[in-house]
């Protein structure tokens, strides 16, 4: 059995760690903050699998994780990449289309819906950093009202709560 305190060191991307337990401790909390979305799910698998192939290179990879994080590089606009949206689309939309629909007709179906999910008033956010689409109080998605005063390096964008009428502000900096 693998024993974390025990085992020799790992190699990880461009890292060598002197224990599985130093990988753990370090890397792994990395790796599997976000497993609700594709990229997560992914980068999950690779670091189990990295970890167990260095002990027995006779287990093959399996690529679905990659196809499915490509997947939804491919279908999910860059606005709505990662975060609460992203994790919204990854359970709310993408289940509604099985994935043995043609690829291109589940790719449209699955944008369609985005569209449907995601209403804007006012085009969508070009995000200073990573997207940061609000959900409301009822956990749907807020609607884009637009930008909101930039200061300096500030950036705000505006969206309402449908369930609550209130206004949200998401400020980023460059």
């Known amino acids: 059995m693998l024993s974390p305190e025990k ?40 670091g189990v699998y990295s970890i167990y192939y260095q002990i027995d290179q006779s287990i093959p990879w399996s690529d679905q994780y990659s196809r499915e994080y490509s997947f939804v590089l491919e279908t999910i606009p860059e606005y709505l990449s990662g975060g609460e949206a992203e994790k919204y689309i990854a359970k709310h939309i993408i289940p509604l289309f099985p ?28 995000w200073a950093q990573s997207s940061d689409w609000p959900l409301g109080k009822d956990g749907k998605p807020a609607t884009y009202l637009g930008k909101g005063k930039s200061e300096g390096d500030l950036r705000r964008w505006r969206f309402r709560d449908e369930s609550t009428g209130e206004i949200l502000v998401i400020e980023q900096y460059y």
């Open 7 to 46: 085992s020799p060191g790992i190699i990880y991307g461009n890292h060598v760690y002197d224990s599985v337990h130093t990988f753990l401790t370090y890397e792994w909390r990395m790796i599997t903050h976000d497993v609700e979305t594709a990229e997560g799910a992914f980068a999950f698998y690779d």
């Open 99 to 126: 994935d043995t629909m043609k690829k291109s007709e589940r790719k449209k179906a699955i944008k369609a819906k985005i569209r449907e999910e995601f209403k804007s008033e006012k085009g969508y956010p070009c």
